[in-house]
């Protein structure tokens, strides 16, 4: 996959700012997309007219299991989250679900990414290259279960 | 192996497991709510129209039971319509446990857990919510997962695990007066990080768990979801035997850890000399000593939740509000009817309604920033509640400062942040 970046430098960011509270009422995946990140980011809405990835930091996701937070990034047109580091939940529901790719980097690879850039993803071969600033970075392979839930199109749709 | 491998391994026919292993374990009880309910439902509806599986039937309806908590009274037609939608499908599917609000006994999904003996030692326990990890203080490995993973358990009776590294947190010593379980797991995720525990099993033993009531350790798991944890876990004893057997539970294959059970980290507790703690906007991280945060000016006393209306909650709050008079907004809403109960039957109520609080139903309310008390924009709150990331409970730049009831009761009589121990 291939795309614009948008990054959030920070830690921690949890499922109440990425999904809030109140929308957990509502399923349908286009109205949830409607609050994608409207608890820090009132600006999301018009940066992911032109942008498919979030690059971000440690623990991303943390907090409550709502499924809505996965749903409403993906439903918003986000393909791939590329951070330091996943709460556990988030990361399940992201791969079982099949909503969005979600990569673990190096913090080398966090520092050297900015806002905007075109990066190409490659699970295959486990190399991100940015063309915008023409350099590659690896990312941390997916385990083997995770890797073929993916490739199986989620959970469902795996056969053990 | 410890009690969450041996857990594990059993529900999965192994003899042995080690951390990082990656399983099919069978499923032994499945939660759902108002919430990852009607997630359920959605997803089994999109699968079924993409031919992906058929839902005629659930593995086992006898193993699932459903709360109604996080919208409940019903705040608008969308979560009315969500109750209605529930109910079609526990009855569809033959769900015979469901605790509907406004009949008999309901309350919060983790608090139903304990309170009804829903979840026994030694089981595997799943559910639609990230503070499953609760009722692991039963002696059961209990984890939170989204509305997807739920639905394939429903249908298949088992899933995928990993097989966490544990951190053993040996807690030595009796708690102070004026000191709650709440105090001590703000401590440790002072300590430890809300990524401190992520994707681990935190494991809670020594003589200060063995002196803990089942209630105050239900609160210690029940906020390792605040460090990331997998599951939180204490092995069962007489106290835990005794409190299910209360509620006619007394058949089940506890699980303990084996002499040479192994953990990645012990941590190390002395609680003797432990103060009333409070958390600061807006991570559960950011601890202090409620002596150095004394005199904030607050609006609400939140005083509800899985983590703190469990009935010696209440109890603490009474003691404090006994007499006396609140000075700012004071909202109390019991975890279940059954407490709600024995907090009538004993007097709690009344103390609290004469103390000027409001008394109000079970749900999740505010606690999420669903309804019910939800915070104006600078609003400051002391909570009972397990969050306070901005807009938890109400507008982003609301404040919430997590505590234990005591302090919440304490800084209820003087609006400000307040050390019980200062009243």
């Known amino acids: 996959m291939k795309g614009k970046v948008i990054k959030y430098e920070q830690d921690n960011i949890d499922t109440d700012v990425i999904l809030p509270g109140p929308y957990l009422k509502l399923h349908e995946h286009a109205e949830l997309a409607e609050h994608a990140m409207e608890g820090m980011d009132p600006d999301f809405h018009s940066k992911v007219k032109e942008a498919n990835i979030i690059v971000t930091g440690k623990n991303f996701g943390c907090g409550s ?26 990361y399940r529901n992201s791969v079982d679900g099949a909503y969005l790719l979600p990569i673990e980097i190096d913090e080398k690879t966090y520092s050297a990414i900015s806002e905007k850039d075109e990066l190409e993803i490659d699970t295959n071969t486990n190399v991100i290259k940015n063309i915008t600033k023409n350099q590659t970075y690896s990312m941390k392979p997916f385990p083997d279960l995770i890797g073929k839930i993916i490739e199986a199109g989620g959970l469902f749709k795996y056969k053990p | 192996m410890n009690i969450t491998e041996k857990i594990l391994a059993r529900a999965s026919g192994k003899d042995m497991l080690e951390p990082g292993d990656v399983i099919f374990a069978n499923v032994d009880k499945i939660m759902l709510h108002d919430v990852s309910g009607p997630g359920v439902i959605k997803t089994f509806e999109k699968l079924e129209k993409d031919g992906v599986v058929k839902v005629d039937k659930l593995f086992d309806p006898s ?29 569809k599917f033959g769900i015979t446990k469901h605790f509907k609000y406004g009949l008999g006994q309901y309350g919060i999904c983790h608090t139903l857990s304990h309170e009804e003996g829903l979840v026994s030692p030694g089981e595997l326990y799943i559910g639609g919510d990230s503070h499953t990890n609760t009722t692991g203080a039963l002696g059961a ?48 995720i002072g300590d430890i990080t809300t990524e401190g525990g992520a994707g681990h099993a935190m494991q809670f033993g020594g003589n200060g768990i063995s002196d803990m009531s089942v209630e105050s ?51 190390e507790y002395d609680v003797t000399e432990l103060e009333p703690l409070v958390a600061k906007p807006f991570s559960p991280q950011n601890v202090s000593v409620v002596q150095e945060t004394t005199g904030i000016e607050l609006d609400k006393s939140y005083i509800g ?35 709600y109960k024995k907090a009538t039957e004993n007097g709690l109520t009344q103390i609290f309604i004469d103390a000027g609080a409001v008394v109000g139903p079970p749900t999740c309310g505010a606690c999420c920033g669903a309804h019910m008390g939800v915070l104006a924009k600078d609003e400051v709150c002391v909570s009972t509640t397990n969050r306070n990331f901005p807009g938890r409970m109400g507008h982003v730049e609301s404040k919430t400062y997590l505590t234990s009831p005591l302090v919440a009761a304490a800084s209820a009589v003087t609006g400000k942040l307040t050390d019980p121990r200062d009243l």
């Open chain 1, 65 to 90: 299991s709502r499924e809505h937070a996965p749903i409403a990034l993906s439903a918003s047109g986000i393909e791939a989250i590329l951070a330091l580091s996943f709460a556990r939940i988030f």
């Open chain 2, 63 to 91: 193993m699932v039971w459903v709360a109604e908590d996080h919208f409940v009274p019903s705040v608008d037609k969308i979560s009315a319509e969500n109750i209605v939608q529930l109910s079609k499908f526990t009855k």
């Open chain 2, 141 to 188: 490995f209990a984890c939170g997962l989204g509305h997807t993973d739920v639905a394939y358990v429903l249908l298949n009776g088992n899933l995928w695990f990993k097989v966490p590294e544990t951190l053993y947190f040996k807690i030595n010593g009796k708690l102070p007066e004026h000191v709650m379980a709440k105090d001590l797991i703000l401590k440790i």
């Open chain 2, 217 to 267: 350790r239900l609160t210690l798991t029940n906020m390792t979801t605040e460090a990331g944890a997998k599951n939180g876990i204490i092995e069962p004893d007489q106290k835990v035997f005794d409190y299910l057997s209360e509620r006619g539970v007394t058949e089940y294959d506890a699980v303990y850890d084996d002499d040479d059970a192994q953990y990645k980290k012990t941590y």
């Open chain 2, 305 to 339: 939740s899985c983590t703190g209306a469990k009935y010696e909650d209440l109890e603490a709050v009474a003691k404090i509000l006994k007499g006396k008079k609140v000075k700012i907004r004071t909202e109390i809403l019991p975890a279940a009817i059954s407490i």
